[in-house]
């Protein structure tokens, strides 16, 4: 009987989330109405200035990229690090690594 009455609370709680994410997404979407038009101006007007910039540009190019991750470090890892240097030495996996 608990598990029915825990379930109908978690349905229920799921429910309410989505009706007051229903409601708040309608709100934000109403206060934002009037202002569309004027977004949607200033929108037409930064790509009048991109191809602008982008005539004056051409024969020039330039790439710019920034990248993450994670250091998720898996059991086999930890064994070669223990073996190779007779303890846990990590340096030699980043030495690709350019600084950022």
Known sequence: MKKV??????????ILAM???????????????????EFVAKV???????????????????FSFVGVGDN?????IYYYQEQAHNG???DDLYTLTNPY
């Not at 009706?19 to 038009?37: G, T």
């Not at 998720?72 to 086999?76: K, Q, S």
């Open 19 to 37: 009706i007051l994410f229903i409601l708040f997404a309608s709100f934000s979407l109403y206060q934002l109405r009037d202002k569309l038009p």
């Open 72 to 76: 998720l470090i898996h059991g086999a």
């Open 5 to 14: 009455n825990e379930t109908k609370k978690g349905s229920i709680v799921a």
């Open 44 to 62: 037409k007007e930064g790509e009048q200035k991109e191809e602008t910039a982008e005539d004056e540009r051409k024969g020039s190019s330039s």
């Open 88 to 90: 846990y030495n990590f």
